[in-house]
Every structure is written in C-alpha cells, then in structure tokens.
C-alpha cells in the first residue's frame, strides 16, 4: 500500500495544499501523506515525520486512491436537519393557531416541540414556513 502514481496536476495542487501557509493545517496534513508516500517514503516513516497515527496515514491514503483529489476534502458527517411528515406538519401548523380560554396562544415552538419530540427549530422552522410562527401572547403574523 506504498507509493503513489501521481501526474503532473495531482503533484502540483498537493504540493501547492501541503506548503500553503494560509489556509487549514489539517488540509495540508493529509495533503503531505499523499506526497510523502508517492515520495516513497513507508507508512511508519510517513507516521513518524508527521507525528501521527497508522488511521490517519490508513484514512487519507485509502481516500486517495479511492477519490482522488476530491477524496482529501473533510467529509463532515453532521446531523441532518429534523423534517415533520405531511401530517405532523399539519398538526403543527394547527398548534400553532391553538389559543387557551383566556385567548393566549396555546404553544409556543419549545413547548410544543416538547410534546411531540422533536427539536425546537424543525417546529420553528415549520411554522415560519407556514407564516405562523409568533411569540407566546403575540399575535401570528
């Protein structure tokens, strides 16, 4: 799992990632695993000139020659963002225009949020697409 075959443009732009001053050192990182190992250099001397682990040399060089160039971008693995289906939906909206006996809104995002499990921003979110999003005791737009 040594050396790479790399052309011109693949050496040119890791050399360019690998010594660039301004931008992520963690791009440059993995950037001069690449070029290091298409030096010839092993994966234990690679581990030791970068002071790393055999994951990260394991990691970046299988994403290499699996990808390429695009395949030492950062892969971020965040959290999708919560989505009601057509009904809860509908049954947020409803919510939304609930008032109590005293005339006062009956939810506000959290509270109702709350209730059905859910974070507080996928009913937000909900309601400002539907334009009834309000503040407790306010009335909806």
């Not at 970046?60 to 963002?81: E, I, K, N, P, V």
């Not at 509270?111 to 009335?139: C, D, L, N, Q």
Request: hydrophobic share 40%.
């Amino acid at each position: 799992m040594g050396a790479f075959d790399l052309n011109v443009l693949e050496k040119a732009e890791l050399v360019r990632r690998a010594t660039r001053q301004g931008g992520r050192s963690a791009a440059a990182r993995r950037a001069r695993v690449v070029v290091l190992l298409a030096s010839g250099m092993t994966w234990d001397d690679v581990m030791h000139a970068l002071d790393c682990s055999r994951g990260f040399v394991a990691r970046w060089s299988q994403r290499f020659r699996s990808c390429r160039m695009s395949g030492l971008d950062a892969r971020h693995r965040g959290r999708t963002t919560g989505a009601l289906d057509r009904a809860a939906e509908a049954r947020a909206v409803r919510a939304a225009r609930a008032r109590n006996d005293d005339g006062g809104w009956k939810w506000t995002s959290r509270s109702y949020a709350e209730h059905i499990g859910v974070s507080h921003m996928t009913v937000h979110r909900t309601w400002m697409r539907h334009g009834v999003s309000h503040a407790p005791g306010k009335p909806a737009r």
